[in-house]
């Protein structure tokens, strides 16, 4: 069994030695097919200029318009987290359910 495997490793370091490097690839001059060229994703080149730091607009929010909404978000979460802590007590006492015929809170 380890001689197979030897043979194998040798079988295989052989066959792969002819491979080079990407330089094989280079040689070959792919023209842009026409498919390609009115393809709808954009290219590179289609990417606009980088607006100035501090200029904002519908594309490009502005990060504190960000800020905001998160510090709000974490507002409501903690109202919401203080008034679930409220809502975990049972609504009616165990006497007001007795009264009523039912069983005694879990």
């Known amino acids: 069994m380890q001689r ?13 030695s002819g491979c080079g490097t990407a ?3 280079s040689s070959y001059d792919l023209p842009e097919g026409e498919g390609v060229a009115e393809a709808p994703w954009p290219r590179l080149i289609d990417v606009p200029e980088a607006t100035p ?10 990060p504190a318009i960000g800020i905001a909404a998160e510090s709000s978000l974490r507002s409501a979460a903690a109202d919401g987290a203080r008034r679930a802590a409220q809502l975990t007590s049972p609504v009616l006492s165990d006497r007001q359910r007795a009264r009523m015929g039912l069983p005694p809170a879990p």
């Not at 197979?4 to 792969?16: K, P």
């Not at 730091?53 to 502005?62: A, K, L, M, N």
């Open 4 to 16: 197979l495997s030897w043979v194998f490793t040798a079988v295989t370091a052989i066959a792969l």
């Open 23 to 25: 330089g094989l690839f």
């Open 53 to 62: 730091p501090g200029t904002y607009s519908e594309d490009i929010p502005d």
